[in-house]
């Protein structure tokens, strides 16, 4: 088990840390103006969805980049409006890559991306992620 996966496990089987994490990812992104939340599966399962549910917003996830959820926009939906993109986990940042050209790519903009773990080993803020705000609770 890798240290962000101690980390997760942990957040998890302790109700007061997965609350304080919940409250950070709602809190997160409580001051962002934006038309929908873009959750990464699996990475942003546990956390994410539910802070997103503490802020009552709806989201999508991805998933085998497929967007899914409520009222999935089509690419010329996607224009003009503005997205968050959420996970657990930043490793990478490959998939949250592609979703951003994604949306950009239609006419969409992306605000912010937040995580609850990045592992910096990877520097995806500097190469994948480069130019695009990044948060992140945990930095490994």
């Known amino acids: 088990m890798d ?5 997760i496990f942990s957040m998890i089987t302790d109700h007061a840390k997965y609350d304080e994490a919940v409250k950070y990812m709602s809190e997160m992104f409580e001051r962002e103006v934006f038309d929908r939340a873009i959750i990464l599966y699996p990475s942003g399962i546990v956390f994410s969805t539910a802070g ?3 802020l009552k917003r709806d989201s999508l ?5 497929n967007l899914r959820g409520k009222n999935v926009p089509s690419p010329k939906d996607m224009k003009g409006k503005k997205f968050v993109i959420i996970g657990d986990i930043l490793s990478s940042g490959s998939v949250a890559c592609e979703l951003i050209k994604t949306i950009k790519d ?6 912010k991306l937040g995580f609850m773990i ?3 080993q990877f520097n995806a ?7 695009n705000p990044v948060e992140s609770m945990i930095i490994l």
Do not use: H, Q, T, Y
């Open 106 to 111: 239609n006419g969409g903009s992306v605000v």
């Open 3 to 7: 240290k962000s996966e101690e980390i």
């Open 118 to 120: 990045e592992d910096s």
């Open 61 to 65: 996830i991805l998933k085998d980049g």
């Open 52 to 54: 997103m549910a503490a």
């Open 125 to 131: 803020r500097k190469k994948s992620l480069k130019g």
